[in-house]
């Protein structure tokens, strides 16, 4: 999918320290969970917590293995494309989180991908490109990608298992400006001004492109709300009728267009 949206530019150290933050955030809050919340339905298909939670770890373990592997030639893919390559490899994923990530207690798992991790991201610099099964990308962009799935499975284990783990500021908002670029990239045009303060602001969806004044299209909700929306998390008519979300004008229904990735 060609990108006819302004590439946006991400600060490659504090994309780094986010991802860094937010697995610790995640590792301190799993070494919270009794067995009962780890028995849980996570919400996530047939997952429980735990098997969340060990997926959680798996994310910066996988980073580490990709880091170990030779180097892919040129990178195929950008991090506002990547949203839409992942769903075909849902069940490949899965599968490897269970075979990589068993036989272990969870602080153990989670403290040798910390290890992993960082000693990966210490011996590589951005431009590396890594050679993954959705396409070859550089790390800087892969490591934006990072914060989506830590935030947004760290939002998903604070709801399933009743904890309180902070998300990272920085890692918040790479999220939400990275799932806002991807609605543009989907739907572009300037019909539509889609707010997320305080972190995004995209236009989307053709139409007679607004260029004065109050746009007369917009849609506004925060960014847990959209991080929420754009994933599947939460359906568009339920956040309208929960005031989660905003929206005025005739083109300001979004819910045709999500969610961007699940």
Avoid at 139 to 156: G, I, K, M, N, S
Wanted: charged share 20%.
């Amino acid at each position: 999918m060609a990108s006819r949206t302004r590439t946006r530019t991400y600060d490659p150290d504090k994309i780094r320290a986010a991802v860094t933050a937010q697995f610790a955030h995640v590792c301190r809050g799993v070494a919270e969970l009794g067995p009962e919340q780890l028995a849980r339905p996570s919400g996530l298909g047939d997952w429980s917590v735990a098997e969340l939670a060990g997926h959680v770890a798996w994310i910066a373990d996988s980073l580490a293995g990709a880091l170990a592997r030779p180097p892919g030639a040129v990178a195929e893919l950008s991090a506002v494309e990547w949203p839409f390559a992942t769903a075909s490899l849902a069940g490949k994923i899965s599968e490897a989180a269970r075979e990589t990530l068993t036989g272990a207690p969870l602080p153990e798992l989670y403290e040798r991908a910390a290890d992993r991790m960082a000693q990966a991201l210490a011996a590589n610099p951005g431009g590396r490109v890594l050679d993954l099964w959705i396409g070859d990308m550089t790390l800087a962009d892969f490591l934006v990608t990072r914060t989506v799935e830590l935030v947004v499975h760290t939002d998903d284990l604070n709801r399933a298992a009743g904890l309180d783990v902070p998300i990272d500021r920085q890692a918040l908002a790479a999220c939400t400006r990275l799932l806002a670029d991807a609605l543009a990239l989907k739907a572009p045009g300037g019909s539509v001004e889609v707010r997320v303060p305080p972190f995004a602001v995209v236009q989307c969806i053709e139409g007679p492109r607004h260029t004065r004044g109050t746009p007369p299209n917009v849609v506004e909700t925060d960014p847990l709300t959209w991080i929420r929306l754009a994933t599947g998390r939460t359906e568009w008519a339920v956040a309208l009728d929960e005031a989660h979300v905003r929206a005025s004008g005739e083109r300001a229904d979004l819910s045709a267009l999500l969610p961007l990735m699940s």
